[in-house]
């Protein structure tokens, strides 16, 4: 059974960064590629990175290009958000998530398995 563990959320103003972690379980994790994905009450889930299991190529929401990076270490099991020059938009619960094997990182229907998500919450 795979799990992840999502850390790293936290209160922070406006403009500044935070690392988020998700740490998995499992010795198939990098073999997978990985997502995060956010939910802001009242919204739905929404793509925000995604990464392919060698970390060769990486993908991004719109929103979130030219701030956001996403990367991973498969030695450590861990993937990794890293958010600068966070926006009150940016509020949302994280979640990581991996992928049943699909080729479409983008939709939430490819991920097979989520961690719990972790809270960020950006002031003005």
């Known amino acids: 059974q795979v799990q992840l563990v999502e850390s790293g959320g936290g209160l922070v103003q406006a403009g500044a960064s935070l690392r988020l972690s998700c740490a998995a379980s499992?010795?198939?994790?990098?073999?997978?590629?990985v997502g995060w994905f956010r939910q802001a009450p009242g919204k739905e889930r929404e793509f925000v990175a995604a990464?392919?299991?060698?970390?060769?190529?990486?993908y991004y929401a719109d929103s979130v290009k030219g701030r956001f990076t996403i990367s991973r270490d498969n030695a450590k099991n861990t993937v990794y958000l890293q958010m600068n020059s966070l926006k009150p938009e940016d509020t949302a619960v994280y979640y990581c998530?991996?992928?049943?094997?699909?080729?479409?990182?983008?939709?939430?229907?490819?991920?097979?398995?989520w961690g719990q998500g972790t809270q960020v919450t950006v002031s003005s």
């Open positions: 998530a991996r992928t049943r094997g699909g080729i479409d990182l983008t939709r939430i229907n490819e991920y097979q398995y």
């Open positions: 499992g010795r198939t994790f990098s073999r997978y590629d």
């Open positions: 990464i392919t299991w060698s970390g060769g190529s990486t």
